[in-house]
């Protein structure tokens, strides 16, 4: 009886929280409906910085976007909230427009706009990054307006100005943190426990303030030393610590040793790798490496695969939604099945090709991966002479490889990008990444099968690096020549060719039933 009156309790619950329940999702529901496209350009936006790049189209399409939400929470007329939300849209779309021209525009200014932010210029040279922060908004207003020509002309201005806020942000920031460590250094007596560190750490500050002084359009160099400084500083009030409690007899040399190895030793348990450390640390060291190298290549090939799976369960979702729905006639369902087919038909395309081009290329001369419809050959070992934009005799078998992977992609087009380290000033480097991209791209003209292929030369400077350009191996990685070759091109080539074979195909006298008859694609 007892367990009667339970279910009959739960029962009740169930039935009163029942229309509350599909209320809650009939208003989920609608409110997809009504804001699920205008969320999705709203990312898109804000992922393109059009707050930055287009600051007037995307504060009125802000302004509607609030109103909208604010009616509908409000339970107002929703033909009012899409009309609202129809402006937010436009607004949007023509700030994609407009941060589609600022992007190249000022693509340098965003980048030292990035290196200030880096040194946190709002809150160390605040003034200077207000004055920056007007002098883009007005620049980026002249593309909004069309006048891009003075807007290319303000670009060099607004450059500078936040270069000045990162060299004051820096100069206030990592300067004084280094002048702090190295004064409580030198009280702890780092200068007799731990000379060398403690010297190196002070001729890296001095160089830091003789670069900020002799350079002051290169802010990474200077920025690097004086982390450097201020690390070194640190290091050697920890090795001072560690020398006093040994004289003291604290501990002995054996536990920092052991303490020291600690880390190293759980990294390598964690990768499953057995640590040898009776002759060093090298070779555990080594073998950490060389799992780490694994596990990124994976990592890459699995965010490949969930992109694709994430494409295949949107579009699945889609589908299963008109069907529930019952809004597709049958026709319409197979004519879009047909097309989904034809997507996994184009997604096992590309699988082969990059199989196939991976087993071109070594690890040593390129590396070869795709980014959604976009195959990218990174050519790693393209390496030019420092300062310098002229090929080379040994490019020549590397090159042929790049000529025979555009083939094989069967593009249209392809972009030749040319990338540099931080290093050096940057209009120095963008117009370097511009002289290397532009000599591939004449090498490339030159080869009869690639005379119907669009080849573009881009230059980026050190605008996008792929490695962190405080070490040697990663300003390295970032000095590169990047094959970019659109795929999309290559399927609208499919496309185009299959479209005429069917209209062949329809042409001919054949006596057969209209519904039979073969489709355009």
Request: hydrophobic share 40%; charged share 30%.
């Amino acid at each position: 009886m007892k367990h009667l009156r339970t279910i009959l309790v739960h029962f009740l619950v169930v039935a009163l929280l029942a229309p509350a329940l599909a209320a809650a999702d009939s208003s989920i529901a609608i409110y997809r409906q009504l804001f699920g496209d205008v969320n999705k350009q709203l990312e898109a936006a804000r992922e393109a910085n059009a707050e930055v790049l287009s600051p007037d189209h995307f504060s009125r399409a802000m302004k509607y976007y609030k109103e909208a939400e604010t009616n509908y929470n409000q339970r107002r007329n929703l033909d009012g909230v899409r009309e609202d939300i129809a402006k937010a849209q436009d607004w949007l779309s023509k700030a994609m427009e407009s941060t589609s021209v600022s992007a190249i525009a000022f693509a340098t200014a965003m980048q030292t706009r990035k290196n200030a932010l880096s040194a946190d210029a709002p809150t160390h040279a605040s003034q200077a990054w207000g004055r920056a922060e007007e002098a883009m908004k007005d620049a980026t207003r002249r593309v909004e307006d069309g006048d891009i020509r003075r807007a290319q002309e303000q670009a060099r201005s607004v450059t500078e100005l936040y270069q000045q806020a990162e060299l004051q942000a820096i100069k206030t920031n990592y300067l004084s943190g280094a002048r702090g460590l190295l004064k409580q250094a030198k009280e702890e007596k780092a200068d007799r426990y731990a000379t060398k560190t403690f010297i190196d750490a002070k001729l890296l500050l001095e160089q830091a303030e003789r670069e900020l002084t002799e350079n002051r359009y290169d802010a990474d160099y200077p920025r690097d030393l004086a982390r450097r400084a201020r690390n070194e500083a640190q290091h050697a009030i920890t090795i001072t610590r560690l020398a006093i409690g040994v004289n003291k007899k604290d501990f002995a040399v054996e536990d920092i040793i052991t303490n020291y190895e600690k880390p190293l030793i759980a990294i390598a348990d964690e990768l499953n790798i057995v640590p040898s450390l009776h002759d060093g640390y090298e070779p555990t060291r080594d073998a950490i490496l060389q799992r780490v190298d694994v596990l990124q290549k994976e990592s890459q090939e699995l965010g490949q695969l969930r992109l694709v799976v994430d494409d295949h369960a949107a579009e699945i979702a889609r589908l299963a939604a008109l069907v529930k729905d019952y809004e597709l006639k049958l026709g319409i369902y197979n004519e879009q099945l047909s097309q989904y087919n034809e997507q996994l038909a184009a997604e096992e395309r590309y699988r082969a090709l990059l199989a196939e081009l991976e087993n071109i290329f070594t690890a040593q001369e390129a590396e070869v991966f795709r980014q959604g419809k976009t195959l990218i050959v990174r050519m790693v070992g393209l390496n030019f002479d420092s300062n310098k934009s002229d090929l080379k005799t040994e490019h020549k078998r590397l090159l042929a490889k790049a000529v025979y992977a555009i083939q094989l992609a069967k593009s249209e087009a392809a972009t030749i990008e040319g990338h540099t380290d931080s290093h050096g000033g940057d209009d120095f480097n963008m117009k370097l990444s511009e002289a290397r991209a532009n000599a591939v791209v004449e090498y490339l003209k030159g080869e009869p099968t690639l005379a119907n292929t669009q080849l573009q030369a881009v230059g980026y400077g050190e605008t996008r690096p792929i490695a962190n350009n405080e070490s040697e191996a990663g300003r390295t990685k970032n000095r590169r020549i990047d094959v970019v070759i659109q795929l999309e091109r290559e399927s609208a080539r499919a496309a185009a060719s299959a479209a005429t074979e069917a209209d062949t195909t329809a042409a001919e006298p054949v006596a057969t039933d209209s519904a039979s008859a073969p489709s355009t694609p």
